[in-house]
């Protein structure tokens, strides 16, 4: 059974970066497509974005860096010049194909929460 685990959120400065890293177990994540999402209380939750089998780094809006290491079965999030709108549950997913639709994913870790202060 696939199960992913995130780490690495807290609390951080508005301005500062953040790395958070999602663990695969019970599978192999280079079969995966891998993709983060977060949600803030009260919001739905969004997309930041998928990272495929055969892509190794790519980035989001400027600031979202998502790269992936299939010899850990580990996909990172680096999240740059945080802002107080960052704050959010970050959650990591896998999916046999990408899509920026969280209702395509079938796995999901528990989250790992981020907040920004300023």
């Known amino acids: 059974q696939v199960q992913l685990v995130e780490s690495g959120g807290g609390s951080v400065e508005a301005g500062g970066s953040l790395t958070l890293s999602c663990v695969l177990s019970?599978?192999?994540?280079?079969?995966?497509?891998m993709a983060w999402f977060r949600q803030a209380q009260g919001n739905e939750r969004e997309a930041i974005g998928p990272i495929s089998t055969r892509t190794r780094s790519i980035t989001y809006a400027d600031r979202f860096i998502v790269t992936r290491a299939d010899a850990k079965n580990t996909v990172n999030l680096r999240v740059d010049s945080l802002e107080r709108d960052d704050t959010a549950t970050y959650y990591c997913?896998?999916?046999?194909?990408?899509?920026?639709?969280?209702?395509?994913?079938?796995?999901w870790g528990r989250g790992t929460q981020v907040t920004v202060s300023s």
């Open positions: 019970g599978g192999a994540s280079s079969s995966y497509c």
């Open positions: 997913a896998a999916a046999l194909a990408c899509s920026w639709d969280s209702r395509h994913y079938e796995h």
